[in-house]
């Protein structure tokens, strides 16, 4: 004779399953809502941009990766000494790094391997070497005098011309890769130089 067995048999729950694909689609969701969000506010108040190139040498090397604050200049200017980060004026598709050496109104002059403020010559120990040419530029109202730390082998102001106010991206801050290279960028406070 054969037993019955006559224990209730475990049927599935359809109903809870549903209901964890649902909660798990509702979670990766919320998630991926998030990181968009965190993204779009941290590209907002930052920008990361590689070296490509000698020009800013000995400071900053070619290949490595600079964070920049795009909000340094919302409630500041420029100063001299601040490295930044702008749109190329001849090709704002192109973006450059270069140190400030003049603010609007400055007389630049460089000559005999000095660069001059209003005629106070700039101490530089970030540069690798005097620059080989020379000049005299008066800074216009809106504008901005930079070169490259790499004096000359650098495309900057004293080739192309004043870097106008808008076409800044930020000040770069910080390198943070290579690892190993990782560190605050020194802004240099080049002179107290004052219009006469």
Known sequence: MEELNTQPVASE????????????L???LET????????????ALSARVRVDGSSMLPTLKNGEFVLVNRLAYRFDTPQRGDI????????????????????????VTIQGGIVYVND????????????????TWIVPEGHLFVLGDNRNDSSDSHSWGMLPLENIVGKAVLIYWPFQNLQWIDHYDLVKATHD
């Open 120 to 135: 106070t010559p700039l101490v530089e120990p970030y540069i690798s070497q005097p620059p080989h040419y020379t000049g």
């Open 26 to 28: 509702l979670d990766l």
């Open 32 to 43: 991926l809502l998030l990181s968009a969000a965190l993204f779009l506010v941290i590209n």
């Open 84 to 107: 930044v980060v702008f749109h190329y004026p001849p090709d704002p598709k192109q973006d450059l790094i270069k140190r400030v050496i003049g603010l609007a109104g400055d007389t």
């Open 13 to 24: 729950n359809t109903e809870g399953d549903s209901t964890g694909w649902g909660r798990f």
